[in-house]
């Protein structure tokens, strides 16, 4: 008996089949991309969008079985694709039942740096006014813990937090006493500039697990233009702490971020090579937000969205140049996207989330024990604007707080499915929406989308990364290595 079919039962026979629920957008002049709502995308002619549609594509054809493979038709009775879509959905948003994660510390708006684009507000290093006390920190911790999460992510910020190097060390202390009893998967992160880092303080990280997250805007003299000192030595001083760091904590213990300044348009290879050069093995091409100093010294408007475009589009173009000749480097906020596109994982970055991580995913405890739906929302209210104040912790209960009408609004509003102008958007699956933004900007959280800094952005930075995959084989395989594991 022969163990296979005859050759008549594998030719595909054309039968009815249903369009399953997707959006489509241009891409270029002759293309469109097709997603459905977990993400899965296809790119086909105009053409064969219209015999999609009206079910006039044949089953023979090299895309049917492509289309129905990502679940965007699927044949006539057949129920194992939206079980499949289901459990995709699933899977996409299981990280929201966990709730906050990330619990951001403001314990000090002192800041021995003076950084025009700064997005804090910094205050001068002696005015002490301005740093959190042991028993705001206590009462935060409060409400830390009370979140259901199993991991639990403290984060301390600034201005300098290592300027209020006594508090960080009570509230790690304190956290860990209490995480005997909770047995949470506790993590601590400080964000500096290195710029203060003693040897004491690097030995205290690595006995207690801290990793540090700094700031290097590219080769020395811009680095030192975008984020003077007293002393003009702010990058000799992040290197010198780089190195203690590395010896001390551990090699990979040390991030760094980068923020694209109006100096920093014409110099995205020389930043890059930097980053290169001192070891890093990704990079983060951030553009400004309209926050802070940002917008008082005019930083923010010094470049457009289609400027920072292009500034991001040649600094990618370089970074796959690097590793076709055999150096492995990453974009980060690319492979956050290609994450989305690509894996039936969300690697739940707050900025683009749906509904937005605000609250749900981070929650920030300002020095004077306010709370934050977000680190914008703490900025906006710098600048005047209090809107996304959800508590304080002297004032209000956990409970409280979670459910201010203020984060609830904000959910609301930024939950993408169902937004308009996000809705019907193909890209809406690998987007979020930024009601902190939004509101900043044109006092709406929805925001106006057609005229969106947000919306362009995420919209040409994905079409830029889909016409790579589309035209550069190479460009695809480096990005599949980039996001791991489906």
């Not at 299981?94 to 021995?112: E, G, I, P, W």
């Not at 923010?300 to 969205?305: G, H, L």
């Not at 709406?444 to 952005?457: A, H, N, T, V």
Request: aromatic share 10%.
């Amino acid at each position: 008996m022969s163990k296979f079919q005859p050759l008549i039962a594998y030719v595909a026979v054309d039968q009815e089949y249903e369009l399953l629920p997707f959006k489509f957008e241009p891409l270029g002049n002759e293309e469109v991309v097709l997603s459905n709502m977990v993400g899965e995308f296809a790119i086909l002619g105009r053409n064969k969008l219209e015999s999609l549609i009206n079910h006039t594509l044949a089953a023979s054809d090299p895309d049917y079985g492509m289309l129905r493979a990502k679940h965007l038709l699927r044949e006539k009775g057949e129920r194992v694709p939206l079980e499949l879509l289901a459990l995709k959905a699933r899977t996409k948003l299981a990280n929201k039942a966990n709730f906050t994660n990330l619990h951001l510390f403001v314990v000090s708006l002192r800041c021995d740096h003076s950084c025009q684009y700064c997005q804090v507000s910094r205050q001068s290093e002696d005015k002490a006014k301005f740093d959190m006390t042991e028993e705001t920190a206590e009462k935060a911790l409060d409400i830390v813990f009370r979140s259901p999460n199993p991991a639990i992510k403290i984060e301390f910020q600034g201005g300098e937090p290592l300027l209020n190097w006594a508090l960080i060390k009570y509230v790690v202390e304190k956290a860990e006493v209490r995480n005997k009893i909770e047995q949470r998967n506790l993590q601590f992160v400080i964000t500096t500039t290195l710029s203060l880092a003693t040897d004491e303080m690097l030995e205290y990280c690595r006995d207690h697990g801290i990793v540090l997250s700094s700031s290097l805007d590219g080769p020395e003299d811009l680095h030192n233009k975008n984020r003077p000192r007293p002393g003009r030595d702010s990058y000799a001083r992040f290197v010198d702490g780089l190195k203690r760091a590395r010896n001390i904590i551990g090699y990979d213990a040390v991030s760094a971020l980068m923020t694209t300044s109006p100096a920093s348009m014409v110099r995205v290879r020389d930043i890059i090579d930097e980053y290169v050069k001192l070891g890093f093995s990704s990079i983060f091409l951030r553009h400004l937000s309209p926050y802070g100093f940002a917008l008082k010294t005019k930083s923010y408007q010094a470049y457009n969205v289609d400027r920072w475009l292009e500034f991001f589009k040649e600094g990618l173009a370089y970074i796959l140049e690097l590793n076709k000749a055999g150096t492995s480097f990453v974009e980060q906020y690319s492979a956050i996207l290609l994450t989305k596109m690509l894996t039936v994982r969300d690697p739940g970055f707050v900025d683009i989330s749906s509904p937005c991580g605000a609250g749900i995913s981070a929650v920030v405890f300002n020095y004077d024990g306010d709370v934050y739906a977000s680190d914008e929302s703490r900025m906006l209210h710098e600048m005047g604007d209090s809107t996304f104040r959800i508590g304080n912790v002297y004032e209000n209960t956990y409970e409280e707080i979670f459910t201010n009408e203020s984060l609830l609004s904000a959910l609301e509003d930024s939950f993408t499915l169902s937004s308009p102008g996000c809705a019907d958007c193909a890209i809406e699956p690998w987007c979020g929406s930024d009601p902190v933004f939004h509101h900043g900007m044109t006092g709406d959280m929805l925001g106006r989308k057609p005229e969106s800094e947000f919306c362009k952005r995420q919209m040409g930075i994905a079409k830029y990364l889909l016409t790579l995959m589309k035209t550069d084989p190479e460009a695809k395989k480096i990005f599949m290595d980039w996001v791991g594991p489906c």
